[in-house]
Structures are given as C-alpha cells and as structure tokens.
C-alpha cells in the first residue's frame, strides 16, 4: 500500500508547484506600471492589477440546498470584472499618462527648481519662453522704410521686403547658482532669439529681414501665496538686454530691469511683468522713446484645457492721450503628436520686432511649435 504511493507523490509535489507558480506570476499588464514616474498614478496602476475586489476575501460555505440559501451564496459570490470594464480602465490609465506628459513642467514651482525637496542640478538646459516656427506671417502693413528719432538711424530709400515671411523663436534658461537665501530663490541665464525670414522674396535672395537677441540674468524666488482659486508662485527680478545685432541706420537696443510675478491655477498660468528702462545718452539711444510704443508693462495669460493652449500676451505704456499704445498678441497651439502642435498667432499693434518698434501693423500667422508660455 505504502510502496504504491510513490509514483503518485511526484505527480501531486508537480501539480502543487505549478499552482503556486501560476499564483505568483506577475499581470501582464504589471508592465505597464514600472513605466510611470508619477507615485499617485503607479499606486493606481498597481492597485488595479493587484488589489482583489471588496467581496472576493471569502465565500460563505453553503449550508442549504433550498432557494433562499442559494439566492443569498449568489448574491456574496464574487465577480469578476467585466471584460470591457478592464478596458475602459486601461483607456483610463493611458489618458491619464497623457494627460500628465503634456503637462510635464507646466507648473511655475518646477519649471524655475524653487522647491529644495526636488531640485536640480545646476546648468541644465530647461524650456523659457514660447518656442515655434511660423511657416508662414503676413502683416496688413509691411515696414518698408525703418525710421526712429534718431537723425542717423532712418533708411533713406525704401527696402525691397515683401508682407509675407517666414518666423521662428528659440528660447531656453539654465540655472547658474543654486540655494540662494536659504533656499528659497534661484539664480539663472535666459536666452531668446527670434527672426524674420524673407524665404519668399527669391528678388533679393531671400534674406533675414530681422533678428533679435535677448540675453537676461534672472533671481527667481518661491512666494507661495493664494488669492481665491489662483495660488502665487513666483517672483523674480532680471536685468534685460534686447537688440537686433546691426549697424546704423538699423540698429535697434535697449536694456531693462523686469520684474515678474507668476500664479497659476491647475490649467492656467498668470504672467504680470513690468519694467524700467535704464537709461542711455540720446547719442547713444537707436530706438528713443520706445517705452511709448512698445510698452512699460506686459501682461500673459494661458490656458490649456483638452492639449490645447491658448495664450494672450497683452503690452501697454501705461500713459494716456497720444502716448497710450501697446501691442496685443493671440496664440492657439493644437496637438497634434507628442509635444508638436499646430499654431496659430494674431499680432497687433506696436513692436512685433525691434525694427518695427514704432511701427504699427496686424500679422497673422500658422505653423507648429514645442514650448508655450508656462
């Protein structure tokens, strides 16, 4: 009797081992998880591959043949969740990962490292200003003839450009000095660069028409703060250098301290950013009273709602009668694969450019861009 057992044992040790195993293995799904950075998402992603449902932790034994007995084992028995269920939540999962993709580094707090507990190295290159290109603009009242107070810095004859070109802006900021008093602000160089290519004027081979450099050194700070659903994020201070590199009759510069504050709400970000002009010699100004046309102060608002942002970028000299002018700029970004979007831009007013500073016109504008305003 004893000696019949033995071919069954290995069997049944068989049998056991291969139900423990398949106890253990890991949800395919399981993969899916590792990938998230964000904790809250993970924990969710694993919650719904591993947490059993409320009812599965037991099943009452039957005690009773009868119907009343059998309707009360059915009504404790788990389920298991439907197939289409297991799907909507998948969905869920992907969108949500999307969702939080898209809006990597929107928040001012980490786009500026101003929260010690996660803060970065120094000299990383990060995202600053709106990055696009414009394949094609097209201004209502193209600037033929640049002129400016200046004597010696109006054109003579009128230049052969035509309305329609071609736009594009780089900008990025990397963070030079880490730790500033006590931890709550940031030292940084910004750089922003935006030209206007003629690439449909083949007549005079096709030449950038305009170009401006803008060099800053910024001090950001933390300065958490609420005022109703809008949460204060950010103060900074940055001394400004804004020109077109070129000689007279067409050189354009100023310098500026600017002072910035930044709130936002979970899908929308406010800039509020004045300046001062420092002041230059009248030999040496290209571009006098340029505060007059291009602006004192200006004002961001964007918005994200679906992947998509829509920005207003308003300007004004904050002066009344003849000196009251300003500029006002509309962009709406469209996903269309990972962080590209369509672009669309409406200029008007004074100063789409250095060039243009006391020139008025309305541009439009289409292309893609990758950074908006954050």
Same mark, same amino acid.
């Given at each position: 009797?004893?000696?019949?057992?033995?071919?069954i044992?290995p069997?049944m040790?068989?049998?056991? %081992?291969?139900?423990?195993l398949?106890g253990?293995?890991?949800?395919?799904?399981?993969s899916?998880?590792?990938?998230? &950075? &964000?904790d809250?998402l993970?924990?969710?992603?694993? /919650?719904?591959?591993f947490?059993?449902a409320?009812?599965?932790a037991?099943?009452?034994?039957?005690t009773?043949?009868?119907?009343?007995?059998?309707?009360?084992?059915?009504?404790?028995?788990p389920?298991?969740?439907?197939?289409?269920q297991?799907?909507t939540?998948?969905?869920?999962?992907?969108?949500m990962r999307?969702?939080?993709?898209?809006?990597k580094?929107? #928040? %001012?707090v980490e786009?500026?490292?101003?929260?010690?507990?996660?803060?970065?190295?120094?000299?990383?290159?990060k995202?600053y *200003?709106p990055m696009h290109? $414009?394949?094609?603009?097209?201004? /209502?009242?193209?600037?033929?003839?640049?002129?400016?107070?200046?004597?010696?810095?109006?054109v003579g004859?009128?230049?052969?450009?035509?309305?329609?070109e071609?736009?594009?802006?780089i900008? =990025? *900021?990397s *963070?030079? @000095?880490d730790?500033? =008093?006590d931890d709550?602000?940031? %030292?940084?160089?910004?750089?922003?660069?935006s030209?206007?290519?003629?690439v449909?004027?083949r007549k005079?081979?096709?030449?950038?028409r305009?170009?401006?450099y803008e060099?800053?050194?910024?001090?950001?700070?933390r300065t958490?703060y609420?005022?109703? /659903?809008?949460?204060?994020?950010?103060t900074?201070?940055s001394?400004?250098?804004?020109?077109?590199?070129r000689?007279r009759p067409? #050189?354009?510069? @100023?310098?500026?301290?600017?002072?910035?504050?930044?709130?936002?709400?979970?899908d929308?970000?406010?800039?509020i950013?004045?300046?001062?002009?420092l002041?230059?010699?009248?030999?040496d100004d290209d571009?006098?009273?340029?505060e007059?046309y291009?602006g004192?102060?200006? $004002?961001?608002y964007?918005?994200?709602?679906?992947?998509?942002?829509?920005?207003?970028?308003?300007?004004?000299?904050?002066?009344?009668?003849?000196k009251?002018?300003?500029?006002?700029r509309?962009? @709406?970004?469209?996903p269309?694969?990972g962080? $590209? *979007?369509?672009?669309?831009?409406? =200029?008007s007013?004074y100063?789409?450019?250095?060039? &243009?500073y006391?020139?008025?016109?309305?541009?439009i504008?289409?292309?893609i861009? %990758?950074?908006?305003w954050?």
């Amino acid at each position: 009797m004893t000696t019949s057992l033995f071919p069954i044992l290995p069997r049944m040790a068989g049998t056991a %081992l291969t139900a423990c195993l398949a106890g253990l293995s890991v949800p395919a799904g399981a993969s899916e998880c590792v990938s998230i &950075d &964000d904790d809250a998402l993970r924990l969710r992603c694993y /919650d719904r591959q591993f947490r059993p449902a409320p009812n599965a932790a037991s099943t009452p034994p039957t005690t009773s043949n009868t119907p009343a007995a059998s309707n009360a084992a059915a009504a404790v028995a788990p389920t298991a969740p439907p197939q289409e269920q297991r799907g909507t939540d998948r969905e869920t999962l992907l969108a949500m990962r999307s969702e939080l993709q898209a809006n990597k580094g929107r #928040s %001012l707090v980490e786009s500026w490292d101003l929260d010690p507990a996660h803060a970065r190295g120094t000299f990383e290159i990060k995202a600053y *200003k709106p990055m696009h290109l $414009l394949v094609g603009t097209h201004t /209502d009242h193209v600037n033929r003839q640049p002129a400016s107070g200046q004597d010696d810095n109006s054109v003579g004859a009128p230049l052969s450009v035509k309305p329609t070109e071609v736009q594009f802006q780089i900008s =990025f *900021k990397s *963070k030079v @000095w880490d730790g500033l =008093f006590d931890d709550r602000a940031n %030292l940084w160089f910004g750089y922003t660069q935006s030209s206007r290519w003629q690439v449909y004027n083949r007549k005079v081979s096709r030449p950038f028409r305009e170009t401006n450099y803008e060099p800053e050194v910024i001090l950001a700070f933390r300065t958490p703060y609420g005022i109703g /659903d809008w949460r204060g994020q950010l103060t900074s201070i940055s001394v400004n250098h804004q020109s077109n590199g070129r000689g007279r009759p067409l #050189s354009r510069s @100023w310098n500026r301290v600017i002072l910035q504050t930044g709130l936002e709400t979970d899908d929308a970000t406010l800039l509020i950013r004045p300046w001062w002009r420092l002041p230059e010699s009248d030999q040496d100004d290209d571009n006098p009273h340029i505060e007059d046309y291009i602006g004192r102060a200006e $004002l961001i608002y964007a918005r994200r709602f679906g992947g998509h942002v829509v920005s207003l970028q308003g300007r004004h000299s904050l002066r009344g009668g003849d000196k009251s002018r300003g500029s006002v700029r509309v962009d @709406w970004s469209i996903p269309m694969s990972g962080f $590209l *979007k369509a672009h669309l831009s409406l =200029f008007s007013g004074y100063g789409e450019s250095l060039i &243009d500073y006391n020139h008025r016109q309305t541009m439009i504008g289409a292309g893609i861009s %990758l950074v908006e305003w954050r």
